[in-house]
């Protein structure tokens, strides 16, 4: 056989074989756009929320997320026993953003969260103090019945990992690790199809006393436990850090440190901590993140950690990359469409007051019309 021969023969086995592989090799999860907005969707005006559901389809995503506070819907909030019935009022607005997701074609996923009603608090008072794990479990379950079938999705409490949102910081992991099981049950059991998270942590703590750092936190919490989800939730912001960088101590996740996460979670799947119902790694959801808008009235924190609006959609170009080509990221979520009040602390806002799109805007859009084949696509 000449050497030409041979050559063209070798050239054509790789090539089948490489097509062999192409067929059979798992396509790559889509990624998810996701996008949250409470204040406009569950409180603006029809025309403002009309706006706002025509800039999300815009940006191609295919989940909402909205926040829902026990205390904010339960009956007798401050009383200090528990009521003989527990009834819920103020859950019109949220029935009317799910009907408008459908709509859209565009699903949603809820995180339940505190502060909780004085009479599931160790305090007696309304807050985040010991929540008593059994009551919110019964909260869980109440809220999964209510929107079974229409809502796909809800998260366990919201940055469990800092004091704002659970304390005391020092047992907050072993609270969750009490609390997460009894209320995934308590949904599976209202809705069996709800897919239910683990976490929505935050990124890092800027303090011991206001918080654990993700990788600490969750490795507390998983100890020793044999639970299951449907996904692990995460908010990866790192303010004014380039999404390719590293932010925060070894032990925070933020969009430039991804992978110490899926390191942790791929640990705790072998060992049986933690594990989807099939057994499996859980897939990473990032459920927040955006970069502060800068504005005349704004407090320091806000000014301090504010960029530029070209600064801005370049960042977001490069997380939805980094999202994109990350083993295991399932979903990116852009916290605020619309800005906030002047004064307010937290502005992540990608539309200006009017619904006019921003630099991170259009980078996003932008994005997602060019990357097609690997964003999931509305239903």
Known sequence: MSRLRRLCLSFIAAALAATAFAATAPAATPLEIAVQDDGVLLKGGDAERAQAWERIRQMRASWVRVNLYWNDVVSSPTAKRVPKRITYTGLGQFDRLVSEARASRVRVQMTLGTSAPAWATSRRRVGKTNPNPRLFANFARDMARHFKGRVGRYSILNEPNLIYWLNPVKTSAAQYRTLYPLAYS?????????????????????SKTKGTDPITWIGRVLKGAKLKTDGVAHHPYAYRTAPTKSFGSRN?????????????????????????????????????HGYFVDGPAAPAFRRQNALPAATRGDFWRQSLDVARRTPNIRQLLAYQLYPSAPTATWDTSILDVAGNPTPPFSSIVTWVRGASAAVAQPR
């Open 186 to 206: 308590a949904v599976k059991r209202a809705d069996s199809r709800a897919k239910v998270f683990f976490g929505e942590t935050a990124p890092f703590t800027r």
């Open 252 to 288: 925070s996740v933020t969009m430039g440190t991804l992978p110490r996460l899926n390191t942790l979670l791929k640990s705790a799947a072998k060992r049986g901590e933690l594990r989807t119902p099939a057994g499996k790694v859980p897939g990473v959801y990032l459920t927040e």
